[in-house]
Every structure is written in C-alpha cells, then in structure tokens.
C-alpha cells in the first residue's frame, strides 16, 4: 500500500461538486482516499485572463496501484468528469484538474508523467493544501512538504473556503 497524494481543482460549473465527484471515483478497486484538506479559493495560473477562479485540495490516497496505473485512473475520472484536453488551452479552464504530486518517494521523469509533480513547489494552491494534510511528507530530491510551503514567497494566493 502507497500513499499518494493527489492535487484536485476545478473552475468550471459546480466547482465543490466537481471536487467531491473525482474524490468518489477516485476511491474504489485499490484506493482509498484517506485524508483530505481543506476547500481553498485560488486566482487562475497562467492559461486565459478571463477564467474564473478555481477551488483546489489535495487528498491522501492509499493505493494499491502503481504510479502508471493511480495515473491513468486519474485520466480517465478527468475525461469522465467533462474535461477535455484535445484542443484545450494550455492552463486554461476546466471541469476538474487531477495530479499526482507525490506517491510515496517513488520518482518518475517520462514524457506524459512526473512525479514529484513538476510544478508543486511553485504553487501554494497545492503546498498549502497539502501541509493542512501532511506537512512532514517527503518531497523526493527536496525536503519536507513544511519546508517547501516556507520557501513559498509573498502571497500563497489561497482563501479557506470549506473544512
């Protein structure tokens, strides 16, 4: 069993249910989403100046599957979920947006996967959420998740909007 955990946001139609649907089709046949943290409210990166604003969380997921595997579920409960990737606007709006930001300290650079996610240490919508959960998780190559969400500088652009 490997714990993972998975950063969820959304800025399109129902943005909570959009979340609580990708948490339910997440959590079946191997997985099981243990923990999940607090609902923020996060300005868009990147992508449209015009895109609403997302709601992001992360989740803890013990899994059964391996990396590939908890990757393509995450792909198909996206395509599942509305969003659409043929043609889309890179960063911009969408039903859900699934990514596995760390699954256990298994490190993987392919060309359509990696994980530490890329991106996370850069992003408070991800390292704020993911310290609420876990803020001793190990980043491979990094530190700590604590350690990561201090590096953070100026505003973490995130407002608490549910617990």
Same mark, same amino acid.
């Given at each position: 069993?490997?714990?993972?955990?998975?950063? !969820?946001?959304?800025?399109?139609?129902? *943005? +909570? /249910?959009? +979340? $609580? /649907?990708?948490? $339910?089709?997440?959590?079946?046949? @191997?997985? *099981?989403?243990?923990? #999940?943290?607090?609902?923020? $409210?996060? =300005?868009?990166?990147?992508?449209?100046?015009?895109?609403?604003?997302?709601?992001?969380?992360?989740?803890?997921?013990?899994?059964?599957?391996?990396?590939?595997?908890?990757?393509?579920?995450?792909?198909?409960? $996206? /395509?599942?979920? @509305? #969003? =659409? *990737?043929?043609? /889309?606007?890179?960063?911009?709006?969408?039903?859900?947006?699934?990514?596995? !930001?760390?699954?256990?300290?298994?490190?993987?650079?392919? %060309?359509?996967?990696?994980?530490?996610?890329?991106?996370?240490?850069? %992003?408070?919508?991800?390292?704020?959420?993911? &310290?609420?959960?876990?803020?001793?998780? #190990?980043?491979?190559?990094?530190?700590?998740?604590?350690? &990561? *969400?201090?590096?953070?500088?100026?505003? !973490?652009?995130?407002?608490?909007?549910? %617990?």
């Amino acid at each position: 069993m490997t714990r993972a955990y998975i950063g !969820l946001g959304s800025n399109l139609g129902d *943005r +909570l /249910a959009n +979340l $609580e /649907a990708a948490i $339910e089709a997440l959590d079946w046949g @191997g997985s *099981r989403a243990a923990v #999940r943290s607090p609902v923020y $409210e996060t =300005e868009p990166v990147g992508g449209p100046p015009d895109q609403p604003r997302y709601m992001n969380m992360v989740i803890g997921v013990d899994t059964d599957l391996d990396v590939r595997d908890l990757f393509e579920r995450c792909q198909g409960v $996206e /395509a599942a979920l @509305g #969003r =659409e *990737r043929e043609g /889309a606007q890179r960063w911009g709006p969408r039903t859900i947006d699934i990514d596995i !930001l760390l699954f256990g300290d298994v490190v993987v650079d392919e %060309r359509d996967l990696v994980v530490p996610h890329p991106r996370m240490l850069q %992003r408070g919508f991800v390292l704020v959420p993911l &310290a609420d959960i876990d803020p001793s998780a #190990r980043i491979p190559g990094y530190g700590s998740v604590a350690e &990561a *969400r201090a590096a953070l500088d100026g505003s !973490l652009g995130v407002a608490l909007v549910a %617990r």
